[in-house]
T-cell receptor
Framework: DAKTTQPTSMDCAEGRAANLPCNHS???????VYWYRQIHSQGPQYIIH???NNETNEMASLIITEDRKSSTLILPHATLRDTAVYYC????????????FGPGTRLSVLP | SAVISQKPSRDICQRGTSLTIQCQVD?????MFWYRQQPGQSLTLIAT?????????ESGFVIDKFPISRPNLTFSTLTVSNMSPEDSSIYLC????????FGQGTRLTVV
């Protein structure tokens, strides 16, 4: 079973920041938070991951609360091409452990 | 991250027949996985493809229905056997290092 809770859907205006929340209240100390997205008719795409510090890359920022029970993925300037289903996943850094995909958040970026 | 090529990208098959999907990674990876994504649903893990040995199947999936091969560290196949319309799905291959990366999927329609 997925260990995360995400809103079913969100809208965001083009050019504005998209803030996607994720609750993971049962996260263990050695579990990382991963974010993926799936654009229609494509395979999932890795976005970012982190353990406890905030992370930023060319695609997004990941903000993890101090107690690690929730996190937010931030797309700083959303474009129409960011319309996708976004998945928040928690897992240990073990190559053998599965990525368990929940239903995710369907983000619609509106013109 | 590595790049996964999956083929065919789509197919329409008659019930009772079998289809073999190929997955090629452009670099060696320790772990390879096969997922199914039914229409409107999230991803479900079918099995872990083990190099040189039998695949490890998740609950609800069996080798007779979904035989998997992995002859080396860069290649795997999934066969969907004796297909029925309920097998109509997107089938995704995944490789894993620190993160998971995915092929573009095979969209299978069984008629």
């Amino acid at each position: 079973d997925a260990k995360t809770t995400q809103p079913t859907s969100m809208d965001c205006a083009e050019g504005r920041a998209a803030n996607l929340p994720c609750n993971h209240s049962t996260i263990s100390g050695n579990e990382y938070v991963y974010w993926y997205r799936q654009i229609h008719s494509q395979g999932p795409q890795y976005i970012i991951h982190g353990l406890k510090n905030n992370e930023t890359n060319e695609m997004a920022s990941l903000i993890i609360t101090e107690d690690r029970k929730s996190s937010t993925l931030i797309l700083p300037h959303a474009t129409l091409r960011d319309t996708a289903v976004y998945y928040c996943i928690v897992r240990v850094l073990d190559y053998g452990q599965n990525f368990v995909f929940g239903p995710g958040t369907r983000l619609s970026v509106l013109p | 991250s590595a790049v996964i090529s999956q083929k065919p990208s789509r197919d329409i098959c008659q019930r009772g027949t079998s289809l073999t999907i190929q997955c090629q990674v452009d670099s060696q990876v320790t772990m390879m996985f096969w997922y199914r994504q039914q229409p409107g649903q999230s991803l479900t893990l079918i099995a872990t493809a083990n190099q040189g040995s039998e695949a490890t199947y998740e609950s609800g999936f069996v080798i007779d229905k979904f035989p998997i091969s992995r002859p080396n560290l860069t290649f795997s196949t999934l066969t969907v056997s004796n297909m029925s319309p309920e097998d109509s799905s997107i089938y995704l291959c995944s490789g894993r290092t620190e993160e998971a990366f995915f092929g573009q999927g095979t969209r299978l329609t069984v008629v």
